[in-house]
């Protein structure tokens, strides 16, 4: 690490743009604050992990997850919208705000689909195309060949390549960068941590910019899939946006510092500490939810005669967190007036709230569960 070499500039027609170095090769890991924070991220990942296991229904939680993780990682895009949104069907979003969240419902299709495609696909730049051609369906930059790497120069910030803040290599260089990047991933003879490699990718991979669009999205959603392929979680529980999004200058400067100093160890803890403190913020919202579950399961066992289609209805929330009186007939089996009444008690005990301001065809939110993952400005 002490003789890292980020890469070269190279002068282009009035402009300069940055060639990384590969990373597939022999790194002897020599710095004292990467391998105490490896050490941390590890150690707290871990009981993330574990923990997961305990967590009854555990699909419901990672369900919330995956919204939150979209609603904020759009947020460093400058897409706003919120957890509540995200969860309501199009037809009740305003239309002013469609396009923002079409694009993080897009998200959630990406991250939802790429999980369930590990199953048969290594972790690998065609997982990574597929998830991009998601991502992008149907939305701003739709006409950026979505699933494909870019085959012209793009640029980080300004109006053109001449004022930009950053020049990613061009686009003749994508594919072999991209390349060495999915080899280091599944470099064997390496010997390195998982956590350090996907450090080390991650950095890259925003380094190279493979996309004319997406790429921000794409980096952060490939460190959950390759710590799930690579079973260090055995479902995807941890998600860097909310720590990116919280540390967004210091994560630019980061970034900027390595190519311009070389000084690869400070991305490395910056990144790991991040690891870290995202995966033990996990394991204390995990431990609101069940505590929080518990706690409303005694409460309605009590009620009467609304005990028992209280606790379906409980339940029934967990896994769809907004509804409607004809929902809740359903799923409970009482008929709609029973169902209104049922609405109104959960109304009256703050765990629903009603949405839309309509007299007939309300929605009621769950907004006790959701205030356990709302973002805290």
């Known amino acids: 690490m002490k003789n890292y070499n980020s890469g070269t500039w190279q002068k282009r027609l009035g402009f300069k743009s940055f060639h990384p170095s590969r990373i597939n090769r022999p790194w002897a890991i ?25 967590v009854p229904n555990l699909d419901l939680f990672v369900h919330m997850h995956v919204i939150k993780e979209a609603t904020e990682s759009s947020r460093i895009e400058d897409t706003h919208t919120e957890i509540e949104e995200a969860i309501l069907p199009e037809e009740e979003i305003q239309e002013e705000r469609r396009d923002d969240w079409r694009e993080v419902k897009n998200y959630i299709r990406g991250m939802n689909t790429a999980i369930e495609r590990l199953k048969t696909l290594p972790f690998s730049n065609r997982l990574l195309c597929e998830a991009h051609a ?3 369906e149907g939305v701003r930059g739709e006409h950026k060949t979505p699933g494909e790497f870019r085959r012209s120069q793009n640029w980080i910030g300004g109006s053109n390549p001449g004022n930009a803040r950053f020049v990613p290599p061009p686009a003749e260089d994508v594919s072999d960068l991209m390349g060495d990047l999915e080899s280091f991933a599944h470099n064997e003879d390496l010997h390195l941590p998982p956590l350090f490699r996907v450090a080390l990718m991650h950095y890259q991979f925003e380094t190279i910019h493979p996309f004319l669009d997406g790429n921000g999205r794409i980096g952060r959603l490939m ?23 919280r540390n967004r200058e210091e994560y630019y400067e980061r970034l900027t510092r390595v190519r311009e100093r ?5 991305w490395l803890v910056f990144f790991l500490d991040g690891l870290a403190e995202t995966a033990a913020n996990g394991v204390k919202t995990f431990n609101e939810i069940l505590r929080f579950k518990s706690q409303w399961e005694k409460e309605i066992a009590a009620w009467k005669p609304q005990a028992q289609s209280g606790l379906i209805l409980l ?3 967990f896994g769809q967190v907004w509804v409607n009186a004809k929902m809740v007939a359903s799923a409970t089996g009482v008929s709609q007036p029973t169902a209104y009444k049922l609405i109104e008690r ?19 939110l769950f907004d006790a569960y959701l205030k356990l993952y709302r973002r805290e400005d």
């Open 134 to 136: 998601t991502l992008m």
């Open 315 to 317: 339940e029934f929330l």
């Open 30 to 54: 020599d710095d004292s604050r990467v391998l105490e924070s490896l050490s941390r991220a590890d150690r707290q990942l871990g009981r993330l992990d574990m923990f997961s296991e305990y």
């Open 346 to 364: 959960f109304v009256q005990c703050g765990l629903l709230v009603e949405m839309t301001g309509a007299k007939r065809d309300r929605i009621f």
């Open 223 to 245: 460190v959950p899939l390759y710590l799930v392929a690579q079973d260090i979680l055995k479902a995807p529980v941890l998600y860097l946006s909310d720590y990116l999004e």
């Open 262 to 266: 070389n000084v690869i160890g400070e």
